[in-house]
Nanobody, 116 residues
Protein backbone atom coordinates (compact mmCIF):
# COMPACT_ATOMS: atom_id res chain seq x y z
CA UNK A 1 0.00 0.00 0.00
CA UNK A 2 1.01 3.58 -0.70
CA UNK A 3 -0.34 6.69 0.98
CA UNK A 4 -0.17 10.10 -0.68
CA UNK A 5 -1.02 13.38 1.01
CA UNK A 6 -1.13 16.61 -0.98
CA UNK A 7 -0.79 20.07 0.50
CA UNK A 8 -0.07 23.63 -0.54
CA UNK A 9 -3.23 24.56 -2.38
CA UNK A 10 -5.02 27.84 -1.85
CA UNK A 11 -6.33 31.02 -3.40
CA UNK A 12 -3.99 33.10 -5.52
CA UNK A 13 -4.36 35.96 -7.97
CA UNK A 14 -3.65 35.48 -11.65
CA UNK A 15 0.07 35.73 -12.30
CA UNK A 16 0.92 34.41 -8.86
CA UNK A 17 2.64 31.23 -7.75
CA UNK A 18 1.98 28.22 -5.55
CA UNK A 19 3.98 25.14 -4.65
CA UNK A 20 2.14 21.90 -4.08
CA UNK A 21 3.64 19.03 -2.12
CA UNK A 22 2.81 15.32 -2.15
CA UNK A 23 4.16 13.36 0.79
CA UNK A 24 4.43 9.66 0.02
CA UNK A 25 4.68 6.74 2.41
CA UNK A 26 4.34 2.97 2.27
CA UNK A 27 5.70 0.63 -0.37
CA UNK A 28 7.10 3.32 -2.61
CA UNK A 29 9.90 1.04 -3.80
CA UNK A 30 7.33 -0.68 -6.03
CA UNK A 31 6.37 2.57 -7.75
CA UNK A 32 7.81 3.56 -11.11
CA UNK A 33 6.14 6.89 -11.91
CA UNK A 34 4.67 9.76 -9.93
CA UNK A 35 2.56 12.46 -11.42
CA UNK A 36 0.22 15.39 -10.95
CA UNK A 37 -3.30 15.56 -12.27
CA UNK A 38 -6.06 18.12 -11.95
CA UNK A 39 -9.81 18.24 -12.23
CA UNK A 40 -11.73 21.43 -12.80
CA UNK A 41 -15.47 21.68 -12.01
CA UNK A 42 -17.51 19.92 -14.67
CA UNK A 43 -14.44 18.58 -16.46
CA UNK A 44 -12.59 15.29 -16.60
CA UNK A 45 -9.44 14.77 -14.63
CA UNK A 46 -6.42 15.65 -16.76
CA UNK A 47 -2.75 14.86 -16.60
CA UNK A 48 -0.48 17.79 -15.68
CA UNK A 49 2.92 16.16 -15.61
CA UNK A 50 4.91 13.20 -14.36
CA UNK A 51 8.37 11.99 -13.38
CA UNK A 52 9.90 8.54 -13.66
CA UNK A 53 11.32 7.51 -10.32
CA UNK A 54 14.35 5.68 -11.66
CA UNK A 55 15.55 7.95 -14.45
CA UNK A 56 13.99 11.22 -13.35
CA UNK A 57 12.47 11.84 -16.77
CA UNK A 58 9.88 14.59 -16.55
CA UNK A 59 7.09 15.39 -18.98
CA UNK A 60 4.44 18.11 -18.93
CA UNK A 61 1.12 18.78 -20.54
CA UNK A 62 1.33 21.51 -23.17
CA UNK A 63 -1.04 23.68 -21.16
CA UNK A 64 1.46 24.02 -18.29
CA UNK A 65 4.80 23.65 -20.05
CA UNK A 66 7.09 26.54 -19.18
CA UNK A 67 4.99 27.56 -16.18
CA UNK A 68 4.93 24.46 -13.95
CA UNK A 69 7.92 22.49 -12.66
CA UNK A 70 7.93 19.02 -11.11
CA UNK A 71 10.66 18.06 -8.68
CA UNK A 72 11.25 15.34 -6.12
CA UNK A 73 13.04 15.15 -2.79
CA UNK A 74 14.07 11.52 -2.48
CA UNK A 75 15.18 11.88 1.14
CA UNK A 76 11.78 13.23 2.15
CA UNK A 77 9.85 10.99 -0.28
CA UNK A 78 8.04 14.09 -1.43
CA UNK A 79 6.93 15.23 -4.88
CA UNK A 80 6.52 18.92 -5.65
CA UNK A 81 4.70 20.96 -8.25
CA UNK A 82 5.91 24.54 -8.55
CA UNK A 83 3.26 26.55 -10.36
CA UNK A 84 4.14 29.99 -11.71
CA UNK A 85 2.25 32.49 -13.85
CA UNK A 86 -1.01 30.97 -12.71
CA UNK A 87 -4.12 31.59 -14.78
CA UNK A 88 -7.81 31.32 -13.89
CA UNK A 89 -7.97 28.20 -16.11
CA UNK A 90 -5.56 26.52 -13.70
CA UNK A 91 -8.31 26.48 -11.07
CA UNK A 92 -8.90 22.84 -10.13
CA UNK A 93 -8.38 20.19 -7.51
CA UNK A 94 -4.84 18.91 -7.93
CA UNK A 95 -4.10 15.25 -7.28
CA UNK A 96 -0.88 13.33 -6.82
CA UNK A 97 -0.62 9.82 -8.26
CA UNK A 98 1.90 7.03 -7.80
CA UNK A 99 1.97 4.15 -10.26
CA UNK A 100 3.52 0.73 -10.51
CA UNK A 101 3.03 -1.70 -13.42
CA UNK A 102 0.18 -3.24 -11.41
CA UNK A 103 -1.59 -0.47 -9.52
CA UNK A 104 -2.24 3.24 -9.09
CA UNK A 105 -2.55 5.21 -5.88
CA UNK A 106 -4.12 8.65 -5.53
CA UNK A 107 -4.00 11.34 -2.91
CA UNK A 108 -7.08 13.14 -1.67
CA UNK A 109 -6.38 16.29 -3.67
CA UNK A 110 -5.77 19.93 -2.84
CA UNK A 111 -7.80 22.86 -4.15
CA UNK A 112 -6.12 25.56 -6.21
CA UNK A 113 -8.18 28.63 -7.05
CA UNK A 114 -6.82 31.38 -9.27
CA UNK A 115 -8.75 34.64 -9.28
CA UNK A 116 -8.71 37.03 -12.22
Amino acid sequence: QVQLVESGGGLVQAGGSLRLSCAASGNMFRMSVMGWYRQAPGKQREWVGSITLSGGIINYADSVKGRFTISRDNARNTLYLQMNSLEPDDTAVYYCKASSPWSDYWGQGTQVTVSS
